[in-house]
């Protein structure tokens, strides 16, 4: 864990840019968005389940964040992906 602190950028950008894709999502699906404005045809955000979107939102952000950190172990070092992808 301790070589988590010199992990190389490539690995933090990579990290961010699926915590904040997740995050995205989470707010997306806890705002119930997809279908909820499918349905109406438009989104009024006076109606908007802000609460379910924030958790929906930080709870994907946080597993994503932690998938990553573990994924350091398991895959290759210089990315947060879970499979090592030779040559690719």
Known sequence: MAD???APPKF????????VSSAVQGFVTGAGLQQG???VGQVDLSVLPWQGALL???G???????????ARTKGDKDDASL???DGA
């Open 12 to 19: 933090w950008r990579d990290t961010r840019e699926r915590t």
């Open 37 to 39: 404005g499918e349905w």
């Open 4 to 6: 988590l602190f010199t």
């Open 56 to 58: 929906g939102a930080a």
């Open 83 to 85: 499979v090592k992808l």
């Open 60 to 70: 994907m952000g946080f597993f994503t964040f932690v998938k990553c950190i573990y």
